[in-house]
């Protein structure tokens, strides 16, 4: 069962940044965060994880709290072809070979 | 490299037949996943394979549907017979030994 908490839509104008925020209160010590998003008819594609720290790749940064039960992708300029559903992802293991996928959010870029 | 690659793209097919999916994972990756998607709603996963092994069915509802990943390489989702519920989108994924899995583009069946 899905283990994370998404809004389940949201707006970004585009060339601003787009903060996408998670829940995941129950998440263990050793469970790690991940990010996918599926753009239209298209297989989930993978963002982003992890556990503690912040980080941070050529598609965007994840912000996890201290307490590790929220975090926050960021896109930090937002282009039309961003618009997706993301989802937040808590998975047992660093392969991310147990994870379960929720609602998600989605996210529109207007121009 | 090749990317996941699923067949086939959409499937039309009357209740109570027979369906089958296949799933070509990138080489060299050992886990597979299928799962299925319905229309709003994000994946739910059906099935995890490790090599030839199904480590995770859980979630698989036996009554109707099997899979098989014979030489722990392609695979295959069957269906049998079919419901008009089991319209959607089957997605396999594959894991290699990093961190990211990657996803076929889904085969969308539709059940009249």
């Known amino acids: 069962d899905a283990k994370t908490t998404q809004p389940p839509s949201m707006d970004c104008a585009e060339g601003r940044a787009a903060n996408l925020p998670c829940n995941h209160s129950?998440?263990?010590?050793?469970?790690?965060v991940y990010w996918y998003r599926q753009i239209h008819s298209q297989g989930p594609q993978y963002i982003i994880h992890?556990?503690?720290n912040n980080e941070t790749n050529e598609m965007a940064s994840l912000i996890i709290t201290e307490d590790r039960k929220s975090s926050t992708l960021i896109l930090p300029h937002a282009t039309l072809r961003d618009t997706a559903v993301y989802y937040c992802i808590v998975s047992l293991t660093n392969t991310g070979n147990q994870f379960y996928f929720g609602t998600g959010t989605s996210l529109t870029v207007i121009p | 490299e090749a990317g996941v690659v699923q067949s086939p793209r959409y499937k039309i097919i009357e209740k109570k037949q027979p369906v089958a999916f296949w799933c070509n994972p990138i080489?060299?990756?050992?886990?597979l996943y299928w799962y299925r998607q319905n229309l709003g709603q994000g994946p739910e996963l059906l099935i995890r394979?490790?090599?030839?092994?199904?480590?995770?069915d859980s979630q698989l509802p036996k009554d109707r549907f099997s899979a098989e990943r014979l030489k722990g390489v392609d695979s295959t989702l069957k269906i049998q017979p079919a419901e008009l519920g089991d319209s959607a989108v089957y997605l396999c994924a594959s894991l290699g030994r990093g961190t990211e899995a990657f996803f076929g583009q889904g085969t969308r069946l539709t059940v009249v």
């Open positions: 080489s060299g990756h050992n886990t």
């Open positions: 129950t998440i263990s010590g050793n469970e790690y």
């Open positions: 992890g556990l503690k």
């Open positions: 394979y490790e090599n030839e092994e199904a480590v995770d």
